[in-house]
């Protein structure tokens, strides 16, 4: 069992940035993939970025791609989302989640553990 805690989030104007912390116990997470997902009031949650076991791999939606950044530090047992140049449109909960499967995934349903989520508000 994973128990994942998201911190970090908040109020930021538009452009500027946020760190995003999902720190997990339990389990280590240097065995697991671990995403970010969002989402906004009345919309689906949306997949963001994605992260390998080890760091060595990351994916991201095009959405967010060059303004955000996932990383990991398996000694801390921590993976973090950088986000930069902010923008109205990434205000939501965001939430990261964990998976042992073997593929890095893009879909919410292939990931066994998730967060409670942090809010993320981004003013005009």
């Known amino acids: 069992q994973v128990q994942l805690v998201e911190s970090g989030g908040g109020l930021v104007q538009t452009g500027g940035s946020l760190r995003l912390s999902c720190a997990a116990s339990?389990?280590?997470?240097?065995?697991?993939?671990t995403g970010w997902f969002r989402q906004a009031p009345g919309k689906e949650r949306e997949f963001v970025a994605v992260?390998?076991?080890?760091?060595?791999?990351?994916y991201y939606s095009d959405s967010v791609k060059g303004r955000f950044t996932v990383s990991r530090d398996n000694a801390k047992n921590t993976v973090y989302l950088q986000m930069n140049s902010l923008k109205p449109e990434d205000t939501a909960v965001y939430y990261c989640a964990a998976t042992g499967g073997g593929l890095l995934s893009i879909e919410a349903r292939n990931y066994d553990w998730w967060g409670q989520g942090t809010q993320v508000t981004v003013s005009s």
């Open positions: 339990g389990r280590t997470l240097s065995s697991l993939h």
């Open positions: 992260i390998n076991w080890s760091g060595g791999r990351t």
